[in-house]
T-cell receptor
Framework: DAGVTQSPTHLIKTRGQQVTLRCSPK?????VSWYQQALGQGPQFIFQ???????QRGNFPDRFSGHQFPNYSSELNVNALLLGDSALYLC??????????FGSGTRLTVV | ELKVEQNPLFLSMQEGKNYTIYCNYS?????LYWYRQDPGKSLESLFV?????AVKQEGRLMASLDTKARLSTLHITAAVHDLSATYFC??????????FGTGTRLQVFP
């Protein structure tokens, strides 16, 4: 039973570019949440998707957007990248909450 | 706004010693999680505490939750080098999103 799968594992982008990160949830999970973890800090909630809709959102600008597909997989898009967007992006899946499974993350470096 | 604070932020301890990491949060919640993170890696779930007075133990780690005091503790017994990592607590306000603490970086030396 596969856990949460994220791709790519690493990528480097230039300021102003756009990036798409992908997440496949654990089997049986229908909710996907995205977190940003800057170096040396705790993860911060970006947004959550359930039934293909954004259910709630953290304190992140509109440059951060997402999508959930009918198979529950999800994408995180970031436009107009800034140096400060460099971080580890974590995807967590859950079902009826109480337990979250995190993926291995995507390390984004903006230069 | 919910705030989650951990202390200490950094802990250097000798193998075989005991210590406790504290997690305080500012708003009532009865759902608290502990995670371990190795450098450059993702979050590994350690404990899920879902009620006042909950206590869970796994190996040398024991976690407890006091919802009235808004406090959770992670106790380390007879530390070993393999426990070296960063430990995070996270609170869920029944909103299905986790608010993480600042993290405690634990280093265990011989």
């Amino acid at each position: 039973d596969a856990g949460v799968t994220q791709s790519p594992t690493h990528l480097i982008k230039t300021r102003g570019q756009q990036v798409t990160l992908r997440c496949s949830p654990k089997s049986g999970h229908d909710t996907v949440s995205w977190y940003q973890q800057a170096l040396g800090q705790g993860p911060q909630f970006i947004f959550q998707y359930y039934e293909e809709e954004e259910r709630q959102r953290g304190n992140f600008p509109d440059r951060f957007s997402g999508h959930q597909f009918p198979n529950y997989s999800s994408e995180l898009n970031v436009n107009a990248l800034l140096l400060g967007d460099s971080a580890l992006y974590l995807c967590a899946s859950s079902s009826r909450v109480l337990s979250y499974t995190f993926g291995s993350g995507t390390r984004l470096t903006v230069v | 706004e919910l705030k989650v604070e951990q202390n200490p932020l950094f802990l250097s301890m000798q193998e075989g010693k005991n210590y406790t990491i504290y997690c305080n949060y500012s708003t009532t919640s009865d759902r608290l999680y502990w995670y371990r993170q190795d450098p450059g890696k993702s979050l590994e779930s350690l404990f899920v505490l879902l009620s006042n007075g909950a206590v869970k133990q796994e190996g040398r780690l024991m976690a407890s939750l006091d919802t009235k005091a808004r406090l959770s503790t992670l106790h380390i017994t007879a530390a070993v080098h393999d426990l070296s990592a960063t430990y995070f607590c996270a609170v869920d306000l029944n909103t299905d999103k986790l608010i993480f603490g600042t993290g405690t970086r634990l280093q265990v030396f011989p």
